[in-house]
Structures are given as structure tokens and as C-alpha cells.
């Protein structure tokens, strides 16, 4: 996947993207060709295969580009909270409910499990502080990435789910260890 600054690339992506999406809402995934969304964008398959180099590279390229916008602000602070982390996320839920809803109806939670995961990559370092603990920092990543994510596509799976404050609070409790109090 195309990762520099061209900015006919990064338009390029730009199009596939909204082409992809847009084809998502009236088309199963599974069914959408590469060539379907080429021709959707107006681009031709060596643009498509410039700037990507498979289909769900646009759905990662479109979530962890949300993420990464979210994040950023709170990568540039000396400490961050869990409230702000998952303030961020609910942003990157809000701007995405669409796509990641379209995503989960195609059962593609395996590349929002792989962003999520990713974005917690990008804030966890700060939360550490006990350098014993550092060599479990890993497993806490996995462990807290895999819950979040779950989390979230049993969320979009309900047909009343609770708001997305609602869902916040949850998540805060739960990384102050005070949800599930034994």
C-alpha cells in the first residue's frame, strides 16, 4: 500500500476509498470487484495497484488513517488519560460508524481487530511507567486491543445499542479496573 506524500496518490486513495464505500452500501464486499471500483473512481487497475495492493488495504487505509487523525493530538502530550484514549476512539466511531456497521454486516471484524489493535499500540508506551512491567506491555496490548474490538463489533451488532456515551463510560470503568470489582 502506497504510504508516501504524492498528492495524486493520496487523492487516488482518497477516490478508491469513497468508491469502495459507496459500492459497500449497495453490494455485498465479497461481491465488489477491483474493477468495480476502478470504474467507480474513474481510475484505471495500475492506479488501484499503485496506491494498494488488495481490496481491504482500503479499509485499512481508511480506518487507521481516522485513528492515526484521532490519536494524533494525544501522542504529542507528555501523559494521556484513559478518558481522552477513549474519547479519541469514540471520535474514530462516530466518523466511521457507517463503514465499520457495513463491515461488520460483511464480517470483516478482523481488520477492525487489526486497527484497534494498532491504535493501541500508539498510546499504551505512555501508560507504562514500571519498567518491570515493561515486558509485559505486549500482552496488556493484545489483551486490550482484543477487548475493545470485541467490544465494539458486539456493540454494532445490536439492534438498540446503548449510546456511544454509554459505551465510553463502560470503557473507562472497565481500564480503571472498576467494572469488574471481585
Known amino acids: 500500500m502506497y504510504q508516501g506524500a504524492n498528492p495524486t496518490a493520496l487523492q487516488s486513495q482518497k477516490w478508491i476509498t469513497e468508491s469502495l464505500i459507496k459500492l459497500m452500501s449497495v453490494k455485498p464486499y465479497h461481491q465488489i470487484t477491483i474493477m468495480d471500483i476502478c470504474k467507480q473512481a474513474d481510475l484505471s487497475r495500475q492506479t488501484f495497484y499503485n496506491v494498494f495492493d488488495k481490496k481491504e488495504d482500503i479499509l485499512r487505509f481508511s ?20 478518558q481522552e484514549i477513549v474519547s479519541a476512539l469514540a471520535g474514530v466511531l462516530e466518523e466511521n460508524k457507517e463503514l465499520l ?24 508506551d505512555s501508560f507504562v511507567k514500571n519498567e518491570k512491567k515493561k515486558e509485559l506491555l505486549p500482552y496488556s496490548k493484545t489483551m486490550v486491543g482484543g477487548a475493545l474490538a470485541h467490544l465494539i463489533v458486539y456493540w454494532f451488532r445490536q439492534e438498540e445499542p446503548i449510546s456511544i456515551e454509554q459505551l465510553t463510560d463502560l470503557i473507562i470503568e472497565f481500564l480503571n479496573g472498576k467494572l469488574l470489582e471481585l
Open 63 to 82: 480506518l487507521q488513517n481516522n485513528c492515526e487523525k484521532q490519536l494524533s493530538l494525544l501522542m504529542h502530550q507528555e501523559e494521556t488519560s484513559f
Open 101 to 124: 456497521s457495513m463491515m461488520i454486516d460483511n464480517n470483516l471484524e478482523g481488520i477492525i481487530l487489526d486497527i484497534i489493535a494498532k491504535a493501541i499500540t500508539l498510546v499504551t
